[in-house]
């Protein structure tokens, strides 16, 4: 008999849609062109190009040329933060606000400037998991070139109150990126309203393919050219474009854009469901804010059950979910969203993100239900750090 299949790291990667795949299918062969190429093959596969980059600015908000392609989200968020520390320099501006929790693709950009003569001011989040714009405007100075905050945390799922933040550094006139990879595609973003300057997604988190996303650049700000060696993008990225993957990301944030809000509150009652449920399990607390939360994460510790054993126990039921960050799973530290949001080092490690999708349904919400604290038990039942907890050595932080 077939093992039955639950899916729900899907802040790690989504499948593809069939929408995006149909949308992909005729570039690979059919109109294989090189866009930047002036005969009829080659403007073909521009005009593929261009109608992508109208879609996305669409869904954006934006104009069109103020959207350029990337490998993905990680790419996209070096760009974005070089180029504005960079043109800031130039200007005697070597100041940078960022977070402690942002994703590494942030956290080790921002580290390499540090080694370069930036000064980078992290503020801490709140135990909720979220900062303030009052925080944030506490934190400019004259010398501020760029604040750098994420719109959904990828751990923890808390939505920041990005149109606030975004208000104040206009006011500042200090430029605003934020990484979106969480957000594009499962919550209303729109850059003019929330006066953001610069921002980064990636096709692979809301059913696209994989190796390709895009960044906006509000018009009239600089942008470094990150890879040298032709014109394409406006001669800011070299490298003959991704057609199939860029036709398949447009397709695919086109359609999740549509289907949005019927999407984000099915995911949402779900999501409180399965909360509810998993904080039956005594000693058992969730990590990030409990409303301002995306539609399908769920995050929650487990004290005395150590997250690597959760998963595998989880996985031989068929349950596959994930202990944080997909690019930081391979690491036995625990998790830097975690601690920074003031969890114990031994209450960091047992932590489950179960992240849902589309494609989820009320039954594998039941599945998970009976399933999961089955597991988290029988992972305390041979834990050394349960014991701890048991005997008193380590004292709880959640009630029974």
């Given at each position: 008999m077939e093992k039955k299949i639950i899916y729900v790291d899907n802040a790690a990667t989504t499948a593809m849609s069939d929408r995006a795949i149909a949308a992909m299918q005729p570039y690979f062969k059919g109109i294989?062109?090189?866009?930047?190429?002036?005969?009829?093959?080659?403007?073909?596969?521009?005009?593929?190009?261009?109608?992508?980059?109208?879609?996305?600015?669409?869904?954006?908000?934006?104009?069109?040329?103020?959207?350029?392609?990337?490998?993905?989200?990680?790419?996209?968020?070096?760009?974005?933060?070089?180029?504005?520390?960079?043109?800031?320099?130039?200007?005697?501006?070597?100041?940078?606000?960022?977070?402690?929790?942002?994703?590494?693709?942030v956290l080790h950009t921002l580290k390499k400037l540090e080694k370069e003569g930036f000064e980078v001011t992290y503020l801490d989040?709140?135990?909720?998991?979220?900062?303030?714009?009052?925080?944030?405007?506490a934190a400019i100075r004259p010398d501020t070139a760029l604040v750098t905050i994420m719109y959904a945390n990828n751990e923890v799922g808390t939505i920041q109150p990005i149109s606030q933040i975004g208000k104040v550094c206009r006011e500042a006139g200090v430029?605003?990126?934020?990484?979106?990879?969480?957000?594009?595609?499962?919550?209303?973003?729109?850059?003019?309203?929330?006066?953001?300057?610069?921002?980064?997604?990636?096709?692979?988190?809301?059913?696209?393919?994989?190796?390709?996303?895009?960044?906006?650049?509000?018009?009239?700000?600089?942008?470094?050219?990150?890879?040298?060696?032709?014109?394409?993008?406006?001669?800011?990225?070299?490298?003959?474009?991704?057609?199939?993957?860029?036709?398949?990301?447009?397709?695919?944030?086109?359609?999740?854009?549509?289907?949005?809000?019927?999407?984000?509150?099915?995911?949402?009652?779900?999501?409180?469901r399965l909360i509810?449920?998993?904080?039956?399990?005594?000693?058992?607390?969730?990590?990030?804010?409990?409303?301002?939360?995306?539609?399908?994460?769920i995050n929650i510790s487990f004290e005395g059950a150590e997250g690597e054993s959760l998963i595998l126990y989880a996985d031989a039921l068929g349950i596959c979910l994930s202990s944080g960050s997909a690019c930081t799973?391979?690491?036995?530290?625990?998790?830097?969203?975690?601690?920074?949001?003031?969890?114990p080092h031994e209450v960091a490690h047992c932590s489950l993100r179960i992240t849902l999708g589309d494609t989820n349904t009320e039954e594998d919400v039941d599945y998970m239900l009976v399933h999961i604290p089955e597991v988290v038990k029988k992972v305390r039942d041979i834990s050394s750090l349960w014991d701890d907890y048991v005997s008193g050595k380590i004292k709880h932080i959640y009630d029974k």
């Open positions: 294989y062109g090189n866009p930047s190429s002036l005969h009829t093959v080659g403007q073909t596969a521009k005009e593929a190009l261009d109608g992508a980059r109208r879609k996305i600015a669409a869904c954006l908000n934006c104009e069109p040329g103020e959207v350029y392609f990337t490998s993905g989200g990680s790419e996209a968020d070096n760009q974005c933060i070089r180029s504005a520390a960079l043109q800031g320099a130039k200007k005697g501006k070597k100041h940078i606000i960022s977070t402690a929790f942002e994703h590494h693709a989040v709140h135990g909720n998991g979220l900062i303030t714009a009052e925080e944030v405007k430029v605003f990126h934020t990484d979106a990879v969480q957000a594009a595609g499962h919550i209303p973003v729109d850059v003019r309203a929330d006066s953001i300057d610069m921002l980064s997604l990636s096709a692979h988190k809301f059913h696209g393919p994989k190796g390709v996303g895009a960044l906006y650049c509000r018009k009239g700000l600089p942008l470094l050219t990150f890879i040298e060696g032709g014109a394409q993008e406006k001669g800011k990225r070299a490298g003959t474009e991704n057609i199939p993957g860029i036709v398949g990301m447009a397709a695919a944030l086109e359609e999740a854009c549509g289907n949005m809000q019927e999407n984000a509150e099915r995911l949402t009652r779900m999501r409180d509810d449920g998993l904080l039956k399990v005594p000693y058992s607390g969730l990590n990030g804010d409990r409303e301002h939360r995306l539609p399908g994460n799973t391979a690491s036995l530290q625990p998790s830097h969203v975690l601690m920074s949001l003031g969890l």
